[in-house]
């Protein structure tokens, strides 16, 4: 392919994805095909001749879009969203143009440069804590990572290097007896998160080898870990001979968006393990991956003004914020946690710039080596849309969220809300008058397999302190209000159904 057919390709393809967006609604939400579907319908081996664009083309429509799931579709509610905008696509194209493995500054200033400045434009617009900016007082930063659950393992790794390097640092003459020191402990570290925290925590701590254990939280206090029950755990924990290391507080969960307890979490570590105390400190690392981008909102940026007593803070442009998949933002309070435990240096990579410790090269801020281009997205994001316009996207969706909600408590003959709404989330389940909650299950069950197989609307489920719930979060880009009226008489419908015949 060359310039000129690259022209005419683009052209062409750029006119059918604006007709995909432009047509959308129409289709089918969830995909349908059999598990196996396209081995049937591919050849078995790759083509020996090159093929027209045209031709290749066309097999999108017939064979590629049948087996996709539209989530960028106004009827998509399930789990939270995985949002896109035309000028984060735009972005994207220009990325690939300028392709490049960037693992550090000299691969290309730019793609360095931009990653600083546009994350420290997001930690001001989010109202976090100056230590969070690369020009706050505490070494700071932020580095784009693909997702959350990349960013947990970088900041566990970096958690656990930094407590073992810390309670072994009386032995730093001598190096066997240190490695022995370290070898002991590591069998004793203990990451923690609640029960509702994601799993990407427990599975941080698989790769890591340490222990994970959870946090009980209750309906009572809206299912979010409290100071109270995390310090019992702890306490419960170091009776046991272990020494937990590592916790993901969570703002937004993802059942039911709920937020942990930060200002108790916060006054118990500083009780049980503080900076420099004889225990050893407990990294706190705030998975914000959906309900983080809401602190563009003046009306939430009170829940940030305890972040400076933790460690890190991570939010997903791309759940909410109009930035395509992938694009995870993390804050680190002190990046040298992070190149302490990271930095990789071999002869190939020296330059004078990194010599000189005046550039970043965020190789050493993650798990990869090489690293893509995603600031240039978020640079358009912002840059088209501005703080205001974001602002707006956002509540457009919790406004969404409230009109849900208020027609499902004017159904009390059918509904009861679970949690919510919260951060355009609601959780109900369905309701019936004398029934026991074995019996509400299977109703909500029934109802939720009903309305996903007909496929006009797609939720997730979710199991809380032992209800079945469906939640519904309209945060998709396009979704309007009278889209969320119309899940709600596809809902209600369903439940009417259910309930005639139970």
């Known amino acids: 392919m060359d310039s000129k057919q690259f022209r005419e390709a683009a052209i062409s393809s750029i006119d059918d994805i604006v007709k995909y967006y432009d047509t959308i609604e129409e289709r089918r939400v969830v ?78 200033p730019a793609v360095t440069e931009l990653e600083t400045i546009v994350m420290d434009w997001l930690a001001k617009a989010f109202a976090l804590p100056p230590c969070y900016l690369s020009t706050g007082p505490t070494a700071g930063g932020g580095v784009i990572h693909g997702t959350a659950s990349e960013a947990i393992a970088t900041v566990l790794v970096a958690a656990r290097d930094k407590y073992l390097r ?69 306490l419960e924990l170091r ?5 937990p290391f590592y916790l993901t507080a969570t703002l937004g969960t993802t059942d039911t968006c709920a937020i942990d307890d ?62 395509n998949f992938d694009c995870s933002a993390v804050w680190v309070r002190d990046r040298r946690h992070l190149t302490e435990a990271l930095s990789v240096n071999l002869a190939i990579l020296k330059n004078q710039h990194t010599d000189s410790g005046l550039v970043t ?20 994001v912002v840059r088209t849309y501005g703080v205001e316009g974001l602002r707006a996207h956002v509540r457009k969706h919790i406004k969404h969220a ?27 389940r369905l309701v019936k008058e004398g029934s026991t909650l074995e019996e509400q299950n299977a109703l909500t069950k029934t109802m939720y397999d009903a309305v996903v197989e007909e496929g006009r609307i797609f939720l997730s489920s979710t199991v809380v302190g032992g209800v079945f719930a469906i939640r519904h979060n309209p945060a998709t880009p396009f979704v309007e209000e009278h889209h969320v009226r119309k899940h709600f008489e596809i809902l209600a ?10």
């Open 361 to 380: 090269d965020y190789r050493d801020w993650q798990i990869p080596f090489g690293r893509r281009f995603r600031s240039l997205k978020v640079w358009f």
């Open 239 to 243: 009776a046991r001979g272990l020494e």
């Open 31 to 108: 995909s349908n095909v059999e598990p196996g579907y396209l081995r049937k319908i591919l050849p078995e081996e790759a083509p020996q001749n090159g093929e027209a664009w045209a031709d290749i083309q066309k097999d999108l429509e017939a064979k590629i879009l049948p087996g996709i799931t539209h989530w960028q579709s106004p009827n998509f509610l399930a789990w939270f969203p995985s949002s896109s905008s035309f000028p984060a696509m735009l972005g994207e194209m220009y990325s690939a143009a300028f392709t490049g493995a960037a693992f550090n500054w000299i691969c290309s």
């Open 402 to 428: 409230e009109t849900f909600a208020e027609l499902a408590k004017g159904r009390p003959d059918l509904f009861e809300i679970v949690t919510g709404p919260r951060f355009a989330l609601t959780v109900f």
């Open 262 to 323: 930060m200002e108790g979490i916060a006054s118990v570590l500083e009780e049980l393990a503080p900076a420099g105390g004889a225990t050893g400190e407990i990294w706190v690392h705030v998975d914000a991956a959906y309900a983080g981008v809401a602190l563009i909102c003046p009306e939430y940026q009170h829940l940030a003004r305890v972040f400076d007593r933790f460690h890190s803070y991570n939010t997903n442009l791309h759940k909410w914020l109009l930035v």
């Open 166 to 234: 810390e309670a072994t640092a009386h032995l730093a003459g001598d190096e066997e007896a240190r490695e022995d020191a370290v070898a002991e402990r590591r069998g004793k570290l203990v990451a923690l998160g609640s029960v509702a925290t994601h799993s990407a925590t427990k599975k941080a701590a698989m790769i890591a080898g340490v222990r994970f254990r959870t946090v009980p939280v209750h309906a009572a206090d809206g299912y979010r870990m409290t100071g109270a029950e995390l310090k019992r755990v702890i």
């Open 493 to 502: 419908e369903a439940a009417e159904k259910v309930l005639g015949k139970a």
